[in-house]
């Protein structure tokens, strides 16, 4: 059966183009000019994904997603919003979008979007519609940098993570808070068991209880069966908690005794389990002065705060970024079947003096649509949203710079040393650093030729 998308946009000749180009990919689609029209549709059909603008007349697409999470769908949504709102997609994010695409959309980056956000789907299968995220004990990569603010950062990880303290993980949006969490679950004790990541930022209230710590058959209507609550999943290992400042007073309440009895107790039963479960949660909030403010209980936030980390953002790592840029240029070529080898002089003197206020996950958005629409070997800058040239010329920088591979050859040097450093890491084995990479195995050997390793 063909999926089913509700497009939410109220330019009638945008929308009525995008309905018509989707429905040629084979997708059944329906179209809502207003927040309004979008909630009746809602009520009638069975979607499979939401594609709408930010923007609305009578609302936003931020509030279309709150409303649906309300009534308990999980579906895949993107948000569609112009380059000087970065700032609301990150947020849009954070709530729980699956994506964002920037105006004027290209139609092949939406295209895979969608295709990525239906794979995961399938992949995760429900899963992926919860804001759950059960994933393998295999150590994912994690790019250490060269700064000294990256130095520190993986300093404070190397330090914390054999022990079985709490951590507060602080950053802006899009900092790399849960591939910090996964790192010092990679490095514990506690490497071999569970980890459970969950977003609180996308858990309603009623919904939170039962995901974090379960209930019994008949605790309250519609609890046909037993259900396991995230605690539980993770017993042994370690249960992520990203966005940790969205969780309302009664399940703080709750949270904090788990932590100091490390015990739970179901929705709707008499028992007690015992659990054995490192916590690590995010936050970009300042919790200190939500405390302060009475929005988070102090008790708790003290028991949480056995060492705090914070992530610094990009802006502030511009000795990184030609190894963040090399990274997921690689990982953009292994998914989109490219060959693009790095960006030119001019792309890369942008993307330094860019603020890059959605950070790393920017970055690679940035990156990965830059690969997709690249046709030769490097990236130039007509491959970047216009929006972000124009906010870079606003600054006063000049982009009419003739093509330069000095920045390629950078990159290739941070290539050569991040196959080095992995490949070491792992003791030469080269399946294990090949999935380290997010490369095959092939792929792996040829570069080893190539850098003579």
Not at 88 to 102: C, H, L, P, Q
Not at 314 to 328: E, G, I, P, S, T
Not at 352 to 378: H, M, Q
Request: hydrophobic letters at 40%; a neutral charge.
């Amino acid at each position: 059966m063909n999926k089913k998308i509700l497009v939410v946009e109220d330019d009638v000749s945008f929308a009525n183009i995008l309905q018509g180009f989707l429905t040629q990919k084979q997708y059944v689609v329906e179209v809502a000019y207003s927040y309004k029209r979008a909630g009746e549709l809602w009520a009638r059909f069975d979607f499979d994904m939401v594609i709408s603008d930010y923007r609305l007349p009578d609302g936003t697409g931020l509030e279309f997603m709150q409303f649906i999470r309300d009534k308990g769908a999980r579906v895949p949504f993107i948000i569609m919003t112009a380059f000087h709102d970065i700032r609301t997609a990150v947020r849009s994010m954070k709530s729980g979008a699956y994506d964002y695409i920037t105006k004027p959309v290209n139609p092949d980056e939406l295209l895979m979007l969608i295709e990525s956000g239906f794979k995961q789907q399938e992949q995760h299968g429900a899963d992926a519609n919860t804001a759950v995220k059960k994933e393998s004990n295999n150590k994912i990569p994690f790019i250490k940098g060269e700064s000294n603010l990256s130095k520190q950062l993986y300093e404070y990880i190397e330090l914390v993570a054999p022990t079985n303290m709490s951590v507060i993980i602080q950053g802006e949006s899009g900092t790399g808070k849960e591939y910090v969490a996964r790192t010092i679950h990679a490095n514990s004790a506690r490497a071999n068991k569970p980890f459970v990541a969950i977003d609180c930022g996308v858990l309603t209230n009623d919904l939170a209880s039962s995901e974090l710590f379960g209930y019994v058959k008949g605790a309250f209507t519609g609890a046909l069966q037993n259900k396991k609550g995230q605690f539980e999943f993770a017993n042994g290992g370690t249960l992520f908690l990203d966005e940790i400042g969205n969780l309302n007073y009664d399940v703080q309440v709750k949270l904090l005794r788990t932590l100091q009895e490390k015990v739970i107790q179901p929705m709707g039963a008499n028992n007690t389990v015992k659990i054995d479960v490192r916590i690590l949660v995010a936050t970009n909030d300042d919790l200190l002065a939500n405390v302060k403010a009475n929005k988070f209980r102090e008790d708790l936030y003290h028991r949480l705060n056995e060492f705090n980390i914070k992530t610094p953002p990009l802006r502030k790592r511009n000795v990184d970024l030609a190894l963040f840029v090399n990274h997921f240029i690689t990982q953009a070529n292994h998914e989109l079947n490219k060959q693009v080898e790095g960006v030119d002089q001019a792309v890369f003197d942008m993307f330094l003096a860019y603020d890059w206020p959605g950070n790393l996950r920017e970055l690679k958005n940035v990156v990965k649509r830059a690969v997709l629409l690249t046709k030769g070997n490097y990236i130039l800058p007509d491959v970047l949203p216009d929006e972000m040239l124009c906010e870079v010329n606003n600054n006063n920088f000049v982009t009419e710079v003739e093509p330069d591979t000095s920045v390629a050859t950078d990159l290739k040097s941070a290539e050569k040393m991040l196959i080095e450093k992995t490949l070491k890491e792992v003791k030469y084995n080269k399946t294990k650093a090949a999935q380290l990479l997010n490369i095959d195995r092939k792929t792996l050997y040829n570069k080893m030729q190539k850098y003579d390793l």
